[in-house]
Nanobody
């Protein structure tokens, strides 16, 4: 099992920036199966950015491309999400997620669905991001 702890959330004005951090620990840890999700009130949990398919490749949701950047510092067992040009619609609880094994399921939507459904997916408790207009 992997233990995940998020930090760095807060309240910013539209156009501002935040940097989220995810600290990972535990013996079952695959750096190519680490990703960020978010969930706003009344909405489904959705993928934001990360490594979803067990390779070095990264994927971003269309809504954050060009504004968010995911990175890892494997020596420190940490994953980061740099969020720039924040919009009110970015407000949500942001979660770090990890799996020991992950792969492609024919489409990105199906791949994300597997993450959400799998009992092997480990989740942090989240860090809150609010954005004022």
């Amino acid at each position: 099992q992997v233990q995940l702890v998020e930090s760095g959330g807060g309240s910013v004005q539209a156009g501002g920036s935040l940097r989220l951090s995810c600290a990972a620990s535990g013996y079952t840890y695959n750096t190519n199966c680490l990703a960020w999700f978010r969930q706003a009130p009344g909405r489904e949990r959705e993928a934001v950015a990360g490594r979803f398919i067990g390779t070095f490749a990264t994927n971003y949701d269309d809504s954050v491309k060009g504004r968010f950047t995911v990175s890892q510092d494997n020596a420190k067992n940490r994953m980061y999400l740099q969020m720039n040009s924040l919009k009110p619609e970015d407000a949500a609880m942001y979660y770090c997620a990890a799996r020991p094994i992950c792969g492609w399921h024919g489409s990105f939507d199906a791949t994300v669905a597997a993450w959400l459904a799998s009992s092997s997916t480990c989740w942090g408790h989240g860090t809150q991001v609010t954005v004022s207009s």
